[in-house]
C-alpha cells in the first residue's frame, strides 16, 4: 500500500473561519427575531408558569412559619397589581392580562384592595382557593385551612 503524502499544491475542501462566523451570525439575528413571537403562540404559557410561580411562593410562605415558629403572610393587592411575602422586600409584579381572585369563606379578593393568606406555625393557614385568569384560561391554587397544603389544579 502507497502511503498518503500530502502536496502544497492540493486544494482542501471544507469552509473558512469567516464563513462559518456569518452563518453563525445569520442564525443568533434569526433567533433574536423568532424567540419574542414564539411567546405569542402560547398565549397560555405566561399564566401557567406564573400560576406555578405563585403555588410555589405559598409553598415557601408555609415553609418559612414552620421553621421560623411565626406566622408569614402572602399578600395580595389588586390595586397594585402584585403580591408581596411578609418579611421579604421582593415584590411579585401580576402580567399583564392576569386576574387574580381569592376565594374564601368570607371574602374575594375582588371586593377588596388587599387579600391575605396566612401560614401558621403549626402547618395551618387561613386557607382559601386562588384562582388565576387570562388568556382564555383559569388556573386555580388551592390552600387547605387545616393543613395548609398548597395543591395546583391546572
Do not use: C
Not at 475542501?13 to 451570525?25: A, D, I, P, S
Not at 445569520?26 to 403562540?41: E, K, Q, S
Not at 402560547?42 to 412559619?65: C, D, F, I, M, N
Not at 381572585?101 to 368570607?106: A, G, P, R
Amino acid at each position: 500500500m502507497k502511503p498518503r503524502t500530502w502536496s502544497v499544491g492540493n486544494k482542501a475542501t471544507g469552509f473558512t473561519l469567516l464563513e462559518l462566523l456569518v452563518v453563525l451570525t445569520i442564525a443568533t439575528l434569526a433567533l433574536a427575531v423568532a424567540l419574542p413571537r414564539f411567546a405569542a403562540l402560547l398565549p397560555g404559557a405566561e399564566l401557567k408558569s406564573y400560576s406555578r410561580q405563585t403555588a410555589a411562593l405559598l409553598r415557601l410562605a408555609r415553609s418559612q412559619a414552620l421553621a421560623t415558629g411565626d406566622t408569614v403572610t402572602l399578600t395580595l393587592s389588586a390595586e397594585q397589581r402584585h403580591t408581596r411575602l411578609s418579611g421579604q422586600a421582593a415584590v411579585y409584579d401580576w402580567p399583564d392580562g392576569v386576574e387574580l381572585s381569592l376565594f374564601d369563606t368570607e371574602t374575594t379578593l375582588a371586593s377588596q384592595v388587599h387579600a391575605e393568606l396566612a401560614f401558621y406555625p403549626d402547618g395551618a393557614s387561613s386557607g382559601g382557593t386562588l384562582q388565576l385568569t387570562g388568556a382564555g384560561r383559569q388556573y386555580r391554587i388551592h390552600v387547605d385551612w387545616l393543613s395548609g397544603r398548597v395543591s395546583f389544579d391546572d
